[in-house]
């Protein structure tokens, strides 16, 4: 299979891109290298993916400028999209809106018209648990109502969501969108809490621990988020005007993708702590603009549809974590 990766220089899109080209798949990348975070960590990632040799070719460029995507693609082949590119971060959107609206929303739409002219089979995309807002009701379910965003993160994600829904009534492209919850592991973003929990513990610093520390996560570990996202892209969703996961009667599904499991942001300190071999020394503030209390994914959609079943719990994948970090920096 031909696959063109968006993101690949990212935590999530190298992962994948990893895993197409060691059964297989070529691969087209495509990633902006922007310094969101270290561009050296997405370097690194991108390294280790062209020893893959012819299998894998990489333009660095901005999609959101589709005459740059359009130029860059123009002699490219291939048969099916990952769309993982995007701004992330829901504290980074309050301070930075423009970045959202040009990644998130342009950059998608670009995506949307460039799998429209290529008559892609199938585009798998990246949408995000943070569109359920401040919903109470656990496990999130996507049958639940998702139209009180509470950043403009989530409000770009959702509108990815819709645009979606849109091209697949009106040009039947097929699309499976995911609602990733709390992706950890090996490779993972300097701006995440088991990141910077980890930093400053094996540097002996204080660690700030928002919410005072009563918040929980269903945090998912990559290897179990790549399976599902290769298990979504083998499977093409039907034309065949039955109702999906999401409700669309159109080739358009969405799941959650995450461990269903909603753990306590302690426990996962506790384990960094242990991983480390020393204390931290928390600091306990109150909850910032735009987080949420509690996620937690209901991924039963998504079971019994692709069989996909997490394997890796808090207690395995967070030493993991901490392993991959310390090789890294050489602590």
């Not at 991108?46 to 012819?54: D, P, Q």
């Not at 809106?97 to 990644?103: F, G, I």
């Not at 656990?138 to 091209?167: G, H, N």
Request: charged content about 25%; hydrophobic content about 40%.
């Amino acid at each position: 299979m031909r696959v063109l990766v968006t993101g690949v220089a990212g935590f999530i899109g190298f992962t994948v891109a990893r895993q197409l080209l060691a059964r297989g798949d070529t691969v087209f990348g495509i990633d902006s290298i922007n310094d969101y975070y270290d561009p050296r960590l997405k370097r690194d990632r991108l390294a280790l993916l062209t020893r893959s040799g012819e299998r894998f070719a990489f333009s660095q460029l901005d999609f959101s400028d589709h005459v740059a995507l359009e130029s860059a693609l123009e002699d490219a082949a291939f048969d099916r999209i990952v769309h993982l590119g995007a701004q992330a971060g829901v504290r980074y959107s309050i301070e930075n809106p423009r970045a959202y609206l040009q990644a998130n929303l342009a950059g998608h739409l670009n995506l949307l018209e460039l799998a429209r002219h290529r008559r892609v089979e199938h585009m798998v995309y990246a949408s995000s648990s943070s569109v359920y807002g401040g919903n109470t009701t656990l496990p999130f379910r996507v049958e639940d109502r998702v139209d009180q965003p509470l950043s403009l993160y989530a409000a770009t994600k959702k509108a990815d969501e819709l645009m979606s829904e849109t091209y697949a009534h009106l040009y039947r492209l097929p699309q499976t969108g995911l609602r990733f919850f709390t992706v950890y592991g090996p490779w993972g973003r300097p701006d995440m809490a088991m990141w910077l929990f980890t930093k400053a513990i094996l540097a002996g610093e204080p660690i700030n621990v928002f919410g005072e520390g009563n918040m929980r996560r269903d945090f998912t570990y990559i290897d179990d988020i790549v399976a599902g996202i290769v298990a979504c892209l083998d499977s093409v969703p039907p034309d065949d005007g039955v109702r999906k996961a999401g409700g669309s009667v159109s080739p358009h599904r969405l799941y959650n993708i995450g461990n269903s499991r909603s753990e306590d942001l302690g426990e996962m300190i506790g384990l960094i702590e242990q991983a480390c071999g020393r204390r931290a020394e928390r600091r306990l503030l109150p909850m910032q603009p735009g987080d949420v209390r509690d996620t937690y994914a209901d991924i039963g959609a998504i079971q019994r549809d692709l069989g996909f079943h997490p394997r890796t719990a808090i207690a395995e994948g967070v030493p993991l974590f901490v392993k991959w970090f310390r090789a890294y920096h050489s602590i």
